[in-house]
């Protein structure tokens, strides 16, 4: 893998504490990523709340994040999406509360700022050209070491004219026309949750935006009203070793679950190093091993069909209580990650990282 790689916390739902990211900046750096991306979508004031004063405590936290970051041998980011902001004119006051932003951004030391435009209206005659003129003003004012852009239609997946409307005519080209090049992309793939990526659609891609694709890659993420009911721990696919040169940068959209999401990542660490030898049985027996401890790997193992395929919808009480009962005997655990991890399975059975419809639509 010759391109970055690292993660983006950009998921609806329950976000992870303060803890489990400052441990992340050290998992990230010890396995060979490179960054980490502060972007949950629970934070209203990177969303809904851009234009309400950044609360100290706040910026207070996200400096001390990215001193942890720099700290560890990583990249520190903020993804921000200014909602709605090419809705209306892009006039002297909108141009003020955006600098308060990137001030704000500025004196954290974000090495990468994320402009994010998805999960927003985007039938617009001249929704390109809005697009170019925000970022392109950003762009202009950031201090950031590289800015990635998400466009409103970030994949190919019919379900987004279905969410945002129709895409404009020619949208793509006049973004990759008149964007900034130093401006990388975000792209999902042939999906909003692709199962794999194919060199062929990742050179695609890279003529379609004029220049190469950042991946924004939702597995193993379970975010949604539907996904919140799985843990996506089944090793990594569909992701040839090969890829990164054809990548601007690779960023995992990982679950809430922050412990049982590293099992995933260093699954697709593996892939990536061993290429056509890699084994998805042998990486998962590997990296749950490594995570939490050989008994709890073990008990993840017989459970990846429940956890991944089934799901919670298809448990019996009975069979919650069960599954409970095994996994709360590593809860006083202290090797590696195996109480955490625990704590994280028993809170899905009982319904802790439950994302209703109105949760989605509202965060």
């Known amino acids: 893998m010759s391109t970055q790689l690292g993660v983006i916390e950009g998921f609806y739902g329950e976000p992870w504490s303060w803890g489990e990211r400052v441990d992340y900046a050290g998992f990230l750096k010890k396995h060979g990523f490179n960054f980490y991306i502060y972007a ?26 990215a001193g942890q970051c720099h700290s560890a041998g990583i990249e520190f980011g903020v993804g921000f999406s200014p909602y709605e902001i090419y809705l209306s004119q892009f006039d002297l006051e909108t141009k003020r509360l955006l600098q308060h932003r990137l001030d704000v951004f500025n004196r954290i030391g974000v090495d990468k700022l994320g402009i994010l435009m998805d999960d927003m209206k985007g039938d617009l005659p001249d929704l390109a050209a809005r697009q170019i003129e925000i970022v392109n003003w950003m762009a202009a004012r950031s201090n950031a070491r590289q800015l990635v852009f998400c466009p409103t239609y970030y994949s190919l997946d019919p379900v987004l004219e279905k969410l945002f409307g129709k895409m404009p005519e020619g949208y793509f080209g006049k973004l990759g026309a008149g964007l900034d090049k130093k401006v990388s992309m975000f792209w999902t793939g042939e999906q909003v949750c692709s199962g794999s990526y194919t060199p062929e659609h990742l050179r695609e891609t890279s003529e379609k935006l004029g220049r190469k694709p950042f991946l924004w890659d939702n597995y193993p993420v379970n975010d949604g009203p539907r996904m919140c009911r799985f843990l996506h721990l089944r090793a990594a696919e569909g992701r040839p070793a090969g890829m990164g040169d054809l990548l601007a940068g690779h960023a995992v959209n990982p679950m809430n679950q922050a412990a049982l999401s590293k099992i995933v990542l260093l699954t697709l660490k593996a892939g990536f190093e061993k290429g056509a030898a890699y084994d998805p049985g042998k990486a998962f027996k590997k990296a749950a091993g490594m995570v939490t401890c050989h008994d709890m790997a073990q008990l993840l193992e017989r459970d990846l069909p429940v956890f991944a395929d089934s799901g919670l919808d298809a448990l019996t009480d009975e069979q919650k209580g069960s599954l409970k009962e095994d996994y709360s005997g590593f809860l006083e655990s202290h090797e590696n990650d195996t109480a955490q991890a625990a704590r994280e399975v028993i809170g899905w059975l009982s319904g802790r990282y439950n994302v209703t419809k109105d949760l989605f639509l509202t965060q």
Do not use: H, M, Q, Y
């Not at 990177?46 to 706040?58: A, G, H, I």
């Open 40 to 65: 949950p979508k629970a934070d209203a004031f990177l969303r809904r709340k851009w234009r309400e004063p950044f609360p100290k405590v706040l910026e207070e936290k996200l400096s001390r994040l």
